[in-house]
């Protein structure tokens, strides 16, 4: 059988049909057959690729992300893979300090061996966890990352965004200016509440 060349997410591979099948859950497969086409420089967008994981039930809701930082679901991990501005600029606490914050590195073996090194609980963890949320300011970078946190051994990866769950209601604390979060090119105003975390202006309008 001829080998094909898939774009997945970041992670770019010359695979044949029966290698993807081997090494791809069938929810995978269904992401890969989104991005099968022979590469010159086409990448599918990040939106089309998102609705098929919320589909695929791979999205966190900011429920289940809270369940995550707050020690009830302690086999799942959520990492922030925005830019160090927008990290900075507003995060989630997790037992008071900034959520952990690995970047999103290039190129794609970059981002691999970061994926599998957090899978390994190498330095950066003292356990490996089994599962894992990768969290983006709209969850597009998050699914376009997908394949590459896939690959990396994890039981199970979902995407999430920080506008999903400022929108929730749900805090942010900021280490320099919260407009440095980016919230605002999507007309979201964050505010600070006597906590010293901000919440959007508008969950703040409604109590």
Known sequence: MKARTFVIGTLVATLSA???AAQLSPAMET?????????????????ELRGRLSELGKVAT?????????????????VDIRNDTQHNGGHILVDGKPMLHVG?????????????????GKEIL????????????SGMKSA?????????GFQDVKI????????????????????DAGLAKKKIVMTPHDDGLYYWEECRTAQ
């Open 18 to 20: 029966p290698a993807i």
């Open 31 to 47: 992401v890969v057959a989104i991005h099968q086409s022979e590469f010159r420089g086409y990448k599918p967008g990040n939106k």
């Open 62 to 78: 900011p429920d289940e992300i809270e369940q995550i930082i707050t020690g009830a679901k302690a086999d799942w991990l959520v």
């Open 104 to 120: 999103r590195e290039k190129p794609t073996t970059e981002l691999q061996a970061k994926a599998m090194e957090i899978a390994n």
């Open 126 to 137: 003292r356990a490996a966890p089994s599962n894992i949320v990768i969290m983006c300011r």
């Open 144 to 152: 376009f990352d997908y394949a590459s946190y896939a690959a990396a």
């Open 160 to 179: 999430a965004g920080i506008l999903d769950w400022v929108k929730a209601c749900k805090p942010l604390a900021s280490a320099s200016k919260i407009e």
